[in-house]
């Protein structure tokens, strides 16, 4: 009876393992799709950014949603606004063209250049495409406004660096149990884990490296840095999962009583 106990926890044993292999194959290729998903958005997002950059500047003192418009306007106000940790920038400008007394208040975003070197009473040029404020200049600075970068492609991008690195981790976890299973009574080799930590190391660093990456039009040179960091992390990775497993072998064959004893 004792013995059919054992062939039966032996048996769930190995159910439960091949349940948990699929539920980890599953969720890596899910990760994997959806970062294809988000890849193909990129281009999609980027659009806007491709347009304005090639639309030419409209001729003095018209404007036109075909090309980039410079309005004149000067500086009313200047503000900083704390929510927790997160800044928030704001310039008020009042524009050369518009009634006395109309005023647009604009959030900037990226480097504070112009928001820095500004002060009130100064007149800047506001760089209108699409009916939209994308940037502000100040003599040879320009820096671009909040809404600016909303329809680019890092946040969308970002997402996919992070699912496609957890995704492939993940699957390689899954293709080690799975193919290079340990010996019964062997300790887990450090190959899987590896893999997992590699994924997890470059999912959570490439998902800011693109997100706040320059603006350059699908984010190319954020992952261009992303491509470059891959091997020296993978090496890195597999480094910080070999060691522990060898050093605690090291202390296992140390204590092990010698060849013969009684």
Partial sequence: MGETDVVGGAREGIRQSAGWARRVRAFGLLLVLVSGVLFALVPLAERDNRAYAAAPDCPVGTRSDTCRAAVVATVTD?????SGKTHKYFLTLRYTDRP???EHRVRMDGSLQVYDSVRHGDRVTGIYWNDELRAIRFGSLTQETYRSPVHDGRLPGAFAVASLASGLG?????WWLRYR??????TQTWEPIAG??????LALGGFPIVLMGSDDGGGGTSFKVMAWATVPILLLSVLWSWWPVRRGASKVAGVAPPSGSA
Avoid: C, I, R
């Fill in 78 to 82: 200047k503000k900083t606004d704390f």
């Fill in 100 to 102: 006395e007394g109309v």
């Fill in 170 to 174: 993940l699957l390689s976890y899954w």
């Fill in 181 to 186: 299973p340990a010996p019964n009574g062997a």
């Fill in 196 to 201: 997992l930590v590699a994924g997890l190391v």
